[in-house]
């Protein structure tokens, strides 16, 4: 049989690229192969023995990661329609392609519950969930948690329940953080019970209960900094005095906390939170005056609130979701509506749509970035080895280097 003709290109592309870097010093080619989209790595793993063992080491994974993010490139958003997800190429805005995910959806909904150094968090109907890595196409089902439709006798569950993907770097360990909201048959009192999923211990633990009340079901909260964050109030009575707030919650040390809001913000408005450029911002609706974009520029520093830009009323645009700046840094590309995708110029305060082929009539839309972060978390040494080690990365660098990388073809 045939080779075909694209997978012969292919292979003579791989090894030509490979002579050539063979006789580069093992430093540059760590960087030049960290500058790489995952695509090219993985079909890089198959030329040496060598390679393979430096793109599967934690060494490069973590690199190759930095990397992305200091130059911005790999990045992709990930569109939500029904059943169905679609990714598109940030660099080119060309197509929406489809993607296999692995979940049985029953002719139903699919939620992205996260998005996260690359790895993206999904669940159906039936609350299977998956922790997936659409680059790689690794993923690895949860474990499931007991039915809880009610909490005792005087609360039931009033349906709002909302997670949250993120990272905690002390322990090299990825967490998803579920709510749920059990309203009691007085209509007064609540119970938002919090749990918290460990990828590396692939195990759920209940925590303290949130004294907050949810304001939007199903919301996949915002990861900035090492927090989740969510919308919500104090109490449960919903007039349109009741304040909302904006909560974070810390991955690493699993507690919660309130986020300042800007000082200058007209507060009569309804909120939503997102991330743009690292930063956490904030989308204020108001019913008369269109929609404001905030953003907090230094996390935890309340006077770093600036106001990004705004979306007149006359636009006639009904919701705002700022996604990820230009190349530039002068235009911000946002989700218009759920129906579009937007430029918003900040120096003309113009915007322009964006047209892709194979684009959802309706979505939603979520960044995410390349990477070869593995969904089976390989065991941590023991933390005294570690300082006795010294500097972890840097030893691995060293011992990855001192192969040298020659390649036998």
């Known amino acids: 049989m045939k080779t075909p003709k694209s997978t012969v290109d292919t292979t003579q592309l791989q090894i030509q690229a490979s002579k050539a870097m063979a006789d580069l010093p093992p430093e540059v080619i760590v960087d030049i ?148 909201q059990f309203i009691g048959l007085d209509y007064l009192s609540f119970v938002s019970e919090v749990r918290v999923f460990s990828l590396r211990n692939n195990a759920w633990k209940r925590l303290e209960d949130m004294p907050y009340v949810l304001c939007y079901t199903r919301k996949m909260g915002i990861l900035v900094s090492g927090c989740v964050h969510w919308v919500v109030t104090r109490n449960l009575e919903l007039d349109q005095h009741a304040m909302e707030l904006v909560i974070a919650f810390d991955v690493t040390n699993e507690t919660c906390g309130e986020v300042p809001m800007p000082q200058n913000m007209d507060r009569k408005c309804q909120i939503d939170v997102g991330y743009l450029g690292g930063c956490l911002c904030i989308v204020a609706k108001y019913e008369d005056k269109g929609v404001d974009v905030w953003t907090l520029k230094e996390y935890g520093v309340k006077e770093s609130w600036s106001k990004l830009f705004t979306v007149s009323q006359t636009r006639r645009i009904k919701s705002v979701r700022p996604l990820v700046y230009s190349k530039n840094g002068s235009e911000v590309l946002f989700e218009q509506d759920h129906e579009n995708l937007a430029w918003f110029d900040l120096k003309s305060q113009r915007v322009k749509s964006v047209k892709v082929r194979g684009l959802p009539d309706l979505f939603e839309a979520v960044v995410c970035m390349e990477s070869l972060v593995s969904v089976h978390p390989c065991r941590r040494e023991d933390k005294k080895k570690q300082e006795a080690a010294g500097d972890l990365k840097n030893k691995k660098r060293d011992d990855f280097l001192s192969q040298g990388f020659k390649l036998v073809l």
């Not at 989209?37 to 060494?59: E, G, H, T």
């Not at 992709?76 to 990714?87: A, F, P, Q, T």
């Not at 006798?153 to 349906?159: A, E, K, P, R, V």
Request: hydrophobic share 35%; aromatic share 8%; charged share 25%.
């Open 33 to 180: 192969l960290s500058r790489l989209p995952v695509c090219l790595l993985l079909r890089f793993r198959s030329i040496a023995k060598p390679w393979r063992s430096l793109i599967d080491s934690s060494y490069f994974v973590d690199l190759h990661l930095t990397q992305s993010a200091e130059s911005k490139s790999h990045l992709s958003l990930i569109l939500r329609k029904d059943s169905d997800l679609y990714c598109i190429d940030f660099d080119s805005l060309n197509d929406a392609v489809e993607l296999n995910h692995p979940l049985m959806c029953y002719s139903n909904r699919i939620r992205v519950l996260g998005s996260c150094n690359g790895l993206l968090c999904i669940c159906n109907v039936a609350e299977d969930i998956a922790f997936w890595n659409p680059s790689t196409k690794k993923y690895r089902i949860l474990p499931s948690l007991p039915s809880d439709r009610k909490r005792d006798s005087n609360m039931c569950l009033c349906g709002a329940r909302v997670y949250g993907l993120g990272y905690d770097a002390v322990h090299d360990d990825y967490k998803l953080v579920r709510i749920s």
